[in-house]
């Protein structure tokens, strides 16, 4: 029995158990022996020739049980499961973001995307030297799912349960069972394993497509077990403004802190030194953001496009490499090495976030409440990835080059929300032109200009003399109230200063400059009229709410250049995602960070 199959066993019929548990009459008897032939379905192994079949369908849902479960769109799901003999299986899953998938393990594992193109591994596991088709699921997940699957056999193998039900939750569990069909012991065919014989094959790394399923089953782990109490995320130690002081490394170029229930990560010295430290003190953090940008959301990239995520990565990166500086190529080698992880997907990570899309607007002087300069950047981004559970606010202090903090997460050596210490701020929003790779990433490209340019002058000099890629906008704001909103193409770099229009914008106000699209655009534009000359900080943080933020909101900030401070938000966690713009921010000051590292870097 597979953990990824045992996973999803376990968690359905641990959590049908506890959340209607029955008193002892004919009816308990009956829901009993409908787990124990879900549990056999997934559990146990079949007889050679023969197959378990599990189905379920969300659209028999009832609307009662719906709202019970939440915003998670379950009535949008279908999939099917055909378990066969030796760890054999076949996964068909069919959803509004998946499209129609097939996951296969026989011999070999294959995945069929939605277009028919099948991407198939280029070793038998065996080859491979994989025992079961899920290598690489984490063992706090495998931990857990023995702890379910023992707690859930308990209850089932009993033949009784602790607690009553009334008829309303007999109703409920009734309509569960009807989106429900189980199949024990049928004749196996050879369609349940192979691919269409009319299918296109694409030969891929059987490793790869491993390490895909195993990130899908860690994902899912994570967003269902978050649902049982024992199991969820615990709270951090702190969540006020006192610092603890987590890790140091050890070539003593990094610590690892807290604040607001927040890590903080500082990091000094050369590339490499950089580089080792950041992946000594967030390996953890590295592991999971990396596995799922690469492995988890580069599954669902290939099933939509048809096209081999890696393959498409590795084209980036041919074309990218000619015009990243070296010093953040070596320092992302560095966090690989560092962390146990491949120098490819090291790189591949870092280049993740040129697909990022958001807004941000800036206004000075007549449009605020005291004439100081504030800025906001907001990320919209897949928050349902749970990205944000690997959030960390960064210190980059590297050596011959000026120092900046950063929001980013684990294992990214760019950037795509920064401040530098002369009081230079900037964001961006991605726009059209994918594809178009011949050129300096974004996110290192915002790197550049924090580490080489003192203001927004400084900063344009650096994007003029650069090979640029894709579409991107950005705001940036300096200390001494100067900002600008840029439009940047590999063909042209438009300036926008404050209160200059624009045909693509809504009317812009006096002393405000801001880039965003569609109708969060025109709300984001009637909101500045509606506040003008009563905006600050507190202010601008409810002007970006929705529906200026999107739902998939990852993170936000403002910036306060004068006074160096950021103030950032991410989104919550847990099966229904709370957007950034409506969670707390934290307060980060350049000086008070920098005072907290020096006392305590030695």
Same mark, same amino acid.
């Given at each position: 029995?597979?953990?990824?199959?045992?996973?999803?066993?376990?968690?359905?019929?641990?959590?049908?158990?506890?959340?209607?548990?029955?008193?002892?009459?004919?009816?308990?008897?009956?829901?009993?022996?409908?787990?124990?032939?879900?549990?056999?379905?997934?559990?146990?192994?079949?007889?050679?020739?023969?197959?378990?079949?599990?189905?379920?369908?969300?659209?028999?849902?009832?609307?009662?049980?719906? *709202?019970?479960?939440?915003?998670?769109?379950?009535?949008?799901?279908?999939?099917?499961?055909?378990?066969?003999?030796?760890?054999?299986?076949?996964?068909?899953?069919?959803?509004?973001?998946?499209?129609?998938?097939?996951?296969?393990?026989?011999?070999?594992?294959?995945?069929?995307?939605?277009?028919?193109?099948?991407?198939? /591994?280029?070793?038998?596991?065996?080859?491979?030297?994989?025992?079961?088709?899920?290598?690489?699921?984490?063992?706090?997940?495998?931990?857990?799912?023995?702890?379910?699957? +023992?707690?859930?056999?308990?209850?089932?193998?009993? +033949?009784?349960?602790?607690?009553?039900?009334?008829?309303?939750?007999?109703?409920?569990?009734?309509?569960?069972?009807?989106?429900?069909?189980?199949?024990?012991?049928?004749?196996?065919? $050879?369609?349940?394993?192979?691919?269409?014989?009319?299918?296109?094959?694409?030969?891929?790394?059987?490793?790869?497509?491993?390490?895909?399923?195993?990130?899908?089953?860690?994902?899912?782990?994570?967003?269902?077990?978050?649902?049982?109490?024992?199991?969820?995320?615990?709270?951090?130690?702190?969540?006020?403004?006192?610092?603890?002081?987590?890790?140091?490394?050890?070539?003593?170029?990094?610590?690892?802190?807290?604040?607001?229930?927040?890590?903080?990560?500082?990091?000094?010295?050369?590339?490499?030194?950089?580089?080792?430290?950041?992946?000594?003190?967030?390996?953890?953090?590295?592991?999971?953001?990396?596995?799922?940008?690469?492995?988890?959301?580069?599954?669902?990239?290939?099933?939509?496009?048809?096209?081999?995520?890696?393959?498409?990565?590795?084209?980036?990166?041919?074309?990218?490499?000619?015009?990243?500086?070296?010093?953040?190529?070596?320092?992302?080698?560095?966090?690989?090495?560092?962390?146990?992880?491949?120098?490819?997907?090291?790189?591949?990570?870092?280049?993740?976030?040129?697909?990022?899309?958001?807004? @941000?607007?800036?206004?000075?002087?007549?449009?605020?409440?005291? /004439?100081?300069?504030?800025?906001?950047?907001?990320?919209?981004?897949?928050?349902?990835?749970?990205?944000?559970?690997?959030?960390?606010?960064?210190?980059?202090?590297?050596?011959?080059?000026?120092?900046?903090?950063?929001?980013?997460?684990?294992?990214?050596?760019?950037?795509?929300?920064?401040?530098?210490?002369?009081?230079?701020?900037?964001? *961006?929003?991605?726009?059209?032109?994918?594809?178009?790779?011949?050129?300096?990433?974004?996110?290192?490209?915002?790197?550049?200009?924090?580490?080489?340019?003192?203001?927004?002058?400084?900063?344009?000099?650096?994007?003029?003399?650069?090979?640029?890629?894709?579409?991107?906008?950005?705001?940036? $704001?300096?200390?001494?109230?100067?900002?600008?909103?840029?439009?940047?193409?590999?063909?042209?770099?438009?300036?926008?200063?404050?209160?200059?229009?624009? *045909?693509?914008?809504?009317?812009?106000?006096?002393? $405000?400059?801001?880039?965003?699209?569609?109708?969060?655009?025109?709300?984001?534009?009637?909101?500045?009229?509606?506040?003008? @000359?009563?905006?600050?900080?507190?202010?601008?943080?409810?002007?970006?709410?929705?529906?200026?933020?999107?739902?998939?909101?990852?993170?936000?900030?403002?910036?306060?250049?004068?006074?160096?401070?950021?103030?950032?938000?991410?989104?919550?966690?847990?099966?229904?995602?709370?957007?950034?713009?409506?969670?707390?921010?934290?307060?980060?000051?350049?000086?008070?960070?920098?005072?907290?590292?020096?006392?305590?870097?030695?």
């Amino acid at each position: 029995m597979t953990k990824f199959l045992r996973f999803f066993s376990v968690v359905a019929v641990f959590l049908l158990l506890v959340q209607y548990a029955a008193a002892q009459d004919g009816r308990v008897k009956e829901l009993l022996e409908f787990a124990q032939k879900i549990w056999t379905v997934l559990d146990d192994e079949p007889q050679d020739g023969v197959c378990h079949r599990f189905e379920f369908d969300g659209s028999k849902l009832s609307a009662t049980l719906k *709202e019970r479960i939440g915003a998670f769109p379950v009535e949008q799901i279908k999939f099917l499961l055909v378990r066969g003999e030796r760890g054999k299986f076949r996964l068909e899953i069919s959803s509004e973001l998946t499209g129609n998938a097939v996951f296969v393990q026989s011999d070999r594992p294959w995945i069929q995307t939605n277009n028919g193109t099948v991407f198939i /591994g280029d070793k038998t596991t065996a080859e491979a030297g994989f025992d079961h088709p899920f290598p690489f699921v984490r063992e706090d997940v495998q931990s857990r799912v023995d702890t379910i699957g +023992g707690m859930a056999a308990l209850f089932v193998g009993a +033949g009784s349960l602790p607690v009553k039900i009334d008829e309303k939750d007999w109703d409920l569990i009734n309509n569960v069972r009807s989106a429900l069909r189980v199949e024990l012991n049928i004749d196996e065919k $050879s369609e349940f394993f192979a691919p269409n014989p009319q299918a296109t094959l694409t030969i891929v790394s059987t490793e790869d497509l491993h390490r895909q399923f195993s990130a899908v089953a860690n994902f899912a782990s994570d967003r269902l077990l978050a649902q049982i109490p024992v199991f969820a995320a615990t709270t951090p130690s702190k969540t006020d403004d006192s610092w603890t002081l987590l890790a140091k490394a050890s070539n003593g170029k990094g610590l690892l802190a807290e604040r607001f229930g927040h890590k903080v990560l500082f990091i000094t010295g050369t590339p490499q030194e950089m580089g080792a430290a950041h992946g000594e003190l967030l390996k953890d953090s590295v592991h999971r953001t990396m596995e799922r940008l690469l492995y988890a959301v580069g599954t669902l990239m290939s099933i939509r496009s048809g096209q081999w995520f890696f393959d498409e990565f590795e084209e980036i990166e041919r074309r990218t490499a000619p015009f990243i500086p070296q010093r953040f190529v070596d320092e992302a080698d560095s966090l690989s090495q560092a962390v146990g992880m491949s120098i490819r997907d090291g790189r591949y990570g870092n280049l993740f976030p040129e697909r990022f899309h958001c807004s @941000g607007v800036a206004v000075r002087g007549k449009a605020t409440k005291d /004439g100081r300069l504030y800025h906001a950047r907001v990320l919209d981004y897949m928050s349902d990835i749970l990205l944000q559970e690997e959030a960390c606010f960064q210190v980059f202090m590297p050596k011959d080059h000026l120092h900046w903090m950063s929001h980013s997460y684990g294992g990214f050596v760019g950037t795509v929300t920064a401040m530098n210490e002369k009081g230079l701020a900037m964001g *961006e929003m991605g726009g059209r032109g994918e594809g178009q790779w011949d050129g300096l990433t974004m996110s290192y490209l915002m790197r550049e200009i924090m580490e080489n340019a003192s203001n927004i002058d400084e900063a344009l000099a650096i994007i003029h003399n650069t090979r640029l890629t894709c579409e991107y906008y950005y705001v940036l $704001s300096e200390a001494s109230k100067n900002m600008v909103a840029l439009k940047c193409t590999p063909e042209e770099v438009l300036v926008l200063k404050p209160g200059e229009q624009h *045909e693509l914008l809504p009317p812009i106000p006096e002393d $405000s400059v801001y880039v965003s699209a569609g109708n969060r655009a025109v709300e984001l534009g009637r909101r500045l009229h509606e506040h003008y @000359g009563k905006i600050d900080a507190e202010l601008l943080i409810e002007i970006v709410k929705r529906p200026v933020a999107m739902n998939s909101n990852l993170h936000n900030a403002i910036f306060v250049p004068e006074s160096l401070e950021m103030f950032v938000a991410d989104a919550g966690t847990g099966l229904k995602v709370t957007p950034a713009c409506d969670m707390p921010y934290k307060r980060f000051q350049w000086n008070e960070l920098l005072r907290f590292y020096e006392e305590n870097a030695r």
